[in-house]
Each structure stands twice: as structure tokens, then as C-alpha cells.
Nanobody, 122 residues
Framework: QVQLAESGGGLVQPGGSLRLSCAASGSIFSIRGMGWYRQAPGHERELVATITSGGSTNYVDSVKGRFTISRDNAKNTMYLQIDSLKPEDTAVYYC????????????????WGQGIQVTVSS
């Protein structure tokens, strides 16, 4: 069994910062790709940032220069540092991790976090 737990969301004023965390626990053999999606009310889910097992990152244009994705492999945890927040960043943020579990070492499965609310408002 593998579980993901997201934390770090909340209400912040425009221009502020937050750090989201996504921690995996359970029977993990290895973690490959990781990333964050977000979904604002009335909008489709949007891929925001990704990071590979080698540490290569990619961002959607609207967050480049403001969002930083990182990972701590020893802790099975991924982070999203969000700076210079804008009202349009308001959304539920979902993490995903591509995990090989110890029970199924031949299979790569995608696990999702429960979603965490980020609200940017004055």
C-alpha cells in the first residue's frame, strides 16, 4: 500500500508565498516522475510543474519564474514553492507520483494526492 499526503495550502495575500508538500509513505521501491496539477473553479485540470527522477523540471508558462518544484528522494517527498502569488493561482492543487511498489516491482503506477486548496485573496 502506498499513500500520499499533501500539506501546506491555505489563504494568502497576493504577492505572498506558500510551500506545498507531497509526501509518500508505504511500501515504496522507487519513485520516478512527480508533478503538480491544479484545478480552478470552472476550469479544467492544468499540469503546472513536473520533475523527473533525475531532477529535470518543467513548468507551464504561466508559473515560470514564480513556482519551483523540487524533490527529496530520501524523504519520498516533493515540494512546490510558490512565490509572487496571484489571484489566478487560486485552485485546488493535486500532486502525483509515479511509484514502483515493493509488492509489484514490475509495475509503475501513478498515485494521487487528495488535493489541497490554495486561495490568493486580499
Amino acid at each position: 500500500q502506498v499513500q500520499l499526503a499533501e500539506s501546506g495550502g491555505g489563504l494568502v495575500q497576493p504577492g505572498g508565498s506558500l510551500r506545498l508538500s507531497c509526501a509518500a509513505s508505504g511500501s515504496i521501491f522507487s519513485i520516478r516522475g512527480m508533478g503538480w496539477y491544479r484545478q480552478a473553479p470552472g476550469h479544467e485540470r492544468e499540469l503546472v510543474a513536473t520533475i523527473t527522477s533525475g531532477g529535470s523540471t518543467n513548468y507551464v508558462d504561466s508559473v515560470k519564474g514564480r513556482f519551483t518544484i523540487s524533490r527529496d528522494n530520501a524523504k519520498n517527498t516533493m515540494y512546490l514553492q510558490i512565490d509572487s502569488l496571484k489571484p489566478e493561482d487560486t485552485a485546488v492543487y493535486y500532486c502525483y507520483l509515479e511509484i514502483i511498489s515493493k509488492e509489484r516491482p514490475w509495475s509503475l503506477s501513478t498515485y494521487w494526492g487528495q488535493g489541497i486548496q490554495v486561495t490568493v485573496s486580499s
